[in-house]
């Protein structure tokens, strides 16, 4: 028996237009069903620095949870490190490669450790392209207000000054690296729109922007000198004098053993949280996304910032279910895609902001008028046969290779068939409160890319994270490995978990006898268990 | 939690996953498959979204002669597949700064002798899970046409499965990524329109206006910045 599809019984498509949303409407769409404003699955923080916090469930999960070295590890710190470093830079995504380069070049004794291998990372699968105002009509200036404003003016302006500012200057050293991004005939980048902007800013290299640089910058940065530990997460971070950061502890994937880093700088460049599966949503990021460096930093005292908001993609796949997550890009709405409940009716203007179609798909399923899927999710169609219609027959083919070939390995033709999406957790807006240099609250601890919060505010624009990743990816590179020189030293005795063991107390103060998760968790169990099965 | 499930009332089918049979249901990737069975995968794994090249795999189908390759998590299982992960291929790779060779087309045979001496089996193309025509981009590095091996091999995912299967031991998604970044770097002209905007944020064109932002109270900016 071939089990039943939801392609068996598709609905007419009716192509009424769908009604507008007027800004009242709109307000309450958010609030009733965009994730972050609903109140159910939230938690409020009870302790750490952001104690007060109302944040999602699995957020105050990993935040409010006990080390992975277990009880009586006090005692276990060795007479001395496994390595003594001028910068550990912990994750080797976009941010932490060109962190990497950079302060080697400088001079500094670099050891980059990453949890899976260099460059498996959110960055690898930027499809979309970076933002970069180069325009004639254009300007940094110009790119600072959509920001902003696209970040519903909660962005930190002086973070926003610094990253349109070195944006230009961060693209030509990618492009003297032999980073190919689209060119028009003049041999001028060329410039796209994107989501929520006024100008035409985006450069890319195809939709394989992010794989394009990554190919290119792990070349070099194994060419470099660093010295470079794969299969080596960070389980924990180490205090120095005065509640500084001090190194961290390292662990091989492969035979479970703890390496002991001594560090006078330590930059966090750990990316993102969607394999946290927030409100059980499906992700679009790689499998190494589990907020690590949030869990290891709130330890140590670092504060954090807008906590409560992620980006969720509205256009998911949901079906095939071997698909869940993967992203179906913006462009194809752009392009005149249409979308249709299990009614075949349109619901929302489809070139609606992200938030507003996520939320607006969110309320059909719950409604009743969702598409289900065989295995008990809900979905709406994402109809790309309109374009064909509109812009002549092949247009699909040509315009979107990869999302055709993609789906076409999943038996889903989508030259003639819809695509099931639902929204998935795509990008963690806030993270680990950072300045211009960086700096964290805790001396001697960095912060650069997704795992840093405050230069999007509670938004972000498609396109300025990769720019966020390679311009602070730079700068704090450098001025951690130059502020890792004027460090005052200290000796391998003045380093200790005195941290860790301060936070469980607390922890057992706010919960007692509670069982608690431990973190960071590291990586995602999909593995089936007696208890958990998958089919 | 969020779990990839296999439709309801999937056909159950036998694997074999290196080398041991086991029964998963039909709609499962390959990683898939190996979750549902209980294997931890860490080797092997990186985006889940077909882009990283990390998992990439063999596998054989009854029957038939062929060894397959495949990319395990954005391929479905079979009936009577056998398959295993190559996590991890060896490669020889060559050590340069693309910005400072000499001669980035004789650079070419001196950090890849290898790459003139093609046997045209054509063994890379018919691996690669990309669908990319490799040989003739190799036979492009040779020549010279750095532009061609550009636009033929954009979509490569540096899996390596190519250099698994070359008979004249290159690593050609190497010698690829060589010639792109010469192209790129050294063929191609710096873009004007961004030498043109570097420019003008190094003469300080922009920072009387930025600076000017960043003194405005929150109730200013947003007046500023609110009007599209
Ligand atoms: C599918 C997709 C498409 C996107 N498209 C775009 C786009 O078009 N434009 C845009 O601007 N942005 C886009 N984004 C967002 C952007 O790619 C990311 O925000 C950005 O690349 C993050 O870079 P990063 O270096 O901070 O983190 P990452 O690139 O995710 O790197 C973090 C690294 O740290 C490692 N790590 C994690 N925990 C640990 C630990 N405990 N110890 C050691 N290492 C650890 C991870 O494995 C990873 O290698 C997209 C994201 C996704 C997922
Ligand atoms: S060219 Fe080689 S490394 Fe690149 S995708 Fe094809 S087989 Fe993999
Ligand atoms: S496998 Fe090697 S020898 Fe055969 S065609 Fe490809 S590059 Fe040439
Ligand atoms: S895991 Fe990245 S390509 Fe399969």
New binding site residues.
């Given amino acids: 028996m071939t089990p039943s599809t939801p392609y068996d019984h598709l609905p007419e498509f009716d192509p009424t237009e769908p009604v507008k949303i007027d800004p009242l409407d709109r307000k309450n769409l958010l609030d009733r069903y965009y994730p972050d404003y609903r109140t159910d699955h939230k938690s409020t923080l009870m302790v750490g620095p952001n104690a007060g916090d109302i944040v999602p469930d699995e957020i105050a999960e990993i935040l409010q949870s006990r080390s992975l070295l277990g009880k009586g590890r006090s005692n276990e710190i060795p007479a001395q490190p496994d390595i003594e470093v001028d910068l550990l830079i912990i994750g080797g995504g976009g941010a932490g490669m060109t962190a990497a380069i950079f302060a080697q070049e400088s001079g500094a004794r670099v050891l980059l450790a990453t949890k899976l291998r260099v460059g498996d990372s959110n960055t690898v699968m930027a499809e979309g392209g970076i933002q970069v105002a180069l325009g004639e009509d254009d300007s940094p200036v110009q790119h600072f207000k959509d920001a902003y404003r696209g970040g519903h003016f909660t962005g930190d302006p002086e973070l926003l000054s610094v990253l349109v500012k070195e944006g230009p200057d961060i693209i030509g050293w990618l492009i003297r690296k032999g980073v190919l991004f689209d060119r028009d005939p003049t041999g001028n980048l060329s410039l796209r729109k994107g989501g929520g902007t006024t100008r035409h800013r985006l450069i890319s290299a195809k939709d394989y922007t992010g794989l394009e640089i990554i190919r290119v910058l792990k070349e070099d940065l194994l060419n470099s000198g660093v010295t470079i530990w794969e299969f080596s997460p960070a389980v924990e971070l180490l205090q120095g004098p005065e509640g500084s950061c001090a190194g961290a502890i390292l662990r091989d994937v492969d035979n479970g053993s703890l390496k002991w880093v001594k560090a006078k700088s330590v930059l966090l460049a750990t990316g993102g949280t969607g394999r946290l599966h927030i409100g059980s949503f499906a992700t679009s990021n790689h499998f190494g996304a589990t907020g690590d460096g949030l869990v290891m930093s709130y330890r140590l005292g670092a504060r954090l910032v807008n906590m409560e908001s992620f980006q969720y993609h509205p256009t998911g796949v949901i079906y095939p279910s071997e698909m869940a997550g993967m992203l179906i890009t913006e462009a194809v709405r752009g392009a005149g895609a249409r979308m249709f409940n299990a009614h075949g009716k349109r619901f929302v203007p489809e070139l609606e902001t992200r938030d507003v179609v996520a939320a607006a798909i969110i309320r059909e399923c719950e409604e009743g008028r969702g598409v289900r899927t065989p295995s008990g999710h809900s979905g709406v169609y994402l109809d790309l046969t309109s374009i064909d219609r509109d812009m002549g027959e092949g247009t699909v083919a040509r315009r979107f290779p990869n999302i055709v070939k993609l789906m076409g390995k999943h038996q889903v033709d989508c030259t003639v068939q819809p695509i099931l999406v639902y929204p998935t957790l795509h990008y963690q807006n806030g993270g680990v409160s950072v300045d211009v240099s960086g700096h964290t609250s805790i001396p001697g601890l960095y912060v650069a890319g997704e795992v840093s919060g405050g230069v999007h505010g509670k938004n972000r624009l498609m396109g300025n994270s990769l720019l966020e990743v390679f311009v602070y990816g730079r700068r704090v590179g450098l001025i951690a490995s130059q502020e890792s020189s004027a460090r005052k030293p200290f000796s391998w005795h003045e380093v200790s978990l005195g941290h860790v063991s301060r936070f469980e107390a607390d922890l057992e103060k706010e919960f007692p006898g509670t069982p608690l998760s431990e973190a960071p968790v590291l990586f995602p169990d999909y593995r089936k268990h007696p208890d958990n099965t998958m089919a | 939690m969020f779990q990839y499930e296999a439709p309801e009332g999937a056909r159950l089918i036998q694997v074999w996953i290196n080398g041991k049979e086991w029964t998963v249901p039909e709609g499962l990737t390959l990683i898939q498959a190996m979750w549902y069975t209980g294997h931890e995968v860490i080797h092997g794994i990186g985006c889940l979204g077909g882009v990283c090249g990390a998992c990439a795999a063999v596998y054989r189908m009854p029957g038939n002669f062929r060894l397959f390759n495949a990319l395990a998590c954005q391929t479905l299982v079979k009936e009577g597949m056998a398959f295993s992960l190559i996590a991890s291929y060896p490669t020889q790779r060559a050590h340069y700064d693309i910005e400072t060779l000499p001669d980035p087309k004789e650079g070419l045979f001196e950090l890849y002798p290898e790459s003139a001496?093609?046997?045209?089996?054509?063994?890379?193309?018919e691996v690669c899970p990309q669908g990319i025509d490799?040989?003739t981009s190799?036979w492009q590095a040779a020549f010279g046409d750095f532009k061609g091996v550009a636009e033929s091999t954009m979509s490569c995912v540096m899996c390596g499965l190519?250099v698994s299967?070359?008979?004249?031991e290159?690593a050609?998604h190497e010698i690829a990524l060589y010639a792109r970044r010469a192209y790129g770097s050294r063929e191609l002209p710096f873009p004007e329109n961004l030498r043109h905007r570097i420019d003008a944020v190094h003469s300080g064109s922009f920072d009387r206006d930025l600076e000017r932002l960043s003194h405005l109270s929150l109730e200013e900016l947003k007046q500023e910045c609110g009007v599209k």
């Avoid at chain 2, 001496?117 to 193309?125: D, E, K, L, S, V």
């Avoid at chain 2, 299967?165 to 004249?168: D, F, K, L, N, V």
């Fill in positions: 001496t093609c046997r045209n089996c054509n063994a890379c193309t490799v040989r190799v190519c299967r070359c008979i004249a290159m050609p």
